[in-house]
């Protein structure tokens, strides 16, 4: 189970964050803390989701 926690994680934070403009690979802030429930930004989850599956085509 926490193996593939850190993997989705990983592939969430492969992608740069729209909201809080964080960097690929770097965590989702806000007011210029990591977010503390929940891993990112729906956004970026949703951009996320959205390369992984044009990578797959």
């Not at 429930?37 to 599956?53: L, T, W, Y």
Request: with cysteine; aromatic share 4%; glycine share 2%.
């Amino acid at each position: 189970m926490v193996e593939a926690d850190v993997a989705a994680r990983r592939s969430v934070r492969s992608v740069p964050c729209r909201h809080c403009h964080s960097p690929a690979f770097s965590p989702c802030t806000s007011n210029g803390k990591p977010l503390t429930k929940s891993p990112a930004h729906p956004v970026r989850v949703d951009d996320a989701f959205a390369a992984m599956a044009a990578s797959a085509t």
